[in-house]
């Protein structure tokens, strides 16, 4: 009997390893024909949505440097921008349609690339004023910490550690403030007031917690 349902396992497990083989074997099969379809779908998906957020990208404001605006910034948005213009032109020629080559299809094609970008470059330059007021926070924060004397600690329990050389551990925001425990002080904290826009005000030195 033992035999019986050894060799019934036996059978059931090869047959479902056949049909686990023809199954891979009609999706291989499937996905070999379409593969062209495949092909097309992720580059007309790459025509439309590079440019838009290529576009966005030119717009919208960046917190880098010389080097980064040009290279990162202006040529590879600008070099995405013009792959993307290009691939309706390149398609026609790699692809018969009804048997012949028609570059003229390509140009109406060029919408696809010319609406997305415009949408982008709108899109960033509403995005714009935030951003750069953002950029120049941080910036205005970095340069509040640093006059301040708090660093970033990598002592064991804290955080960050003051001019004074108290060391603390940020807890989060409450209202208009940052808090800090100060580590090894119990009933002692720390904490930074900020205004509505985020911009660092004051910093508070070591207070009862009380």
């Not at 790699?94 to 109406?108: A, I, K, N, Q």
């Not at 935030?130 to 955080?159: C, D, H, M, Y």
């Not at 403030?177 to 002080?185: I, P, R, S, T, W």
Request: include cysteine.
């Amino acid at each position: 009997m033992r035999q019986i349902s050894s060799i019934a396992a036996s059978l059931a497990s090869d047959a479902m390893s056949g049909v686990g083989f023809s199954m891979g074997r009609d999706a291989w099969r499937s996905t070999k024909k379409n593969q062209d379809t495949l092909y097309l779908i992720a580059i007309a998906g790459f025509i439309v949505a590079a440019p838009f957020f290529a576009g966005r990208s030119l717009t919208r404001g960046h917190n880098r440097g010389l080097p980064g605006t040009i290279l990162k910034t202006c040529l590879w948005n600008a070099l995405v921008i013009v792959t993307a213009g290009a691939l309706p032109f390149i398609l026609p020629n790699t692809y018969y349609l009804s048997g012949e080559r028609d570059v003229f299809v390509s140009w109406p094609l060029l919408v696809f690339t010319l609406a997305p970008l415009a949408i982008g470059l709108f899109v960033g330059l509403m995005q714009r004023p935030k951003r750069l007021q953002k950029f120049q926070i941080e910036k205005k924060n970095q340069e509040f910490l640093a006059k301040i004397g708090i660093q970033v600690s990598r002592a064991p329990a804290s955080t960050h550690v003051d001019q004074n050389g108290n060391y603390l551990a940020f807890r989060g925001a409450a209202g208009d403030k940052l808090l800090f425990d100060a580590v090894g002080e119990r009933g002692r904290k720390a904490f930074i007031s900020v205004d509505g826009n985020g911009l660092m005000t004051s910093y508070s030195g070591l207070v009862s917690a009380s």
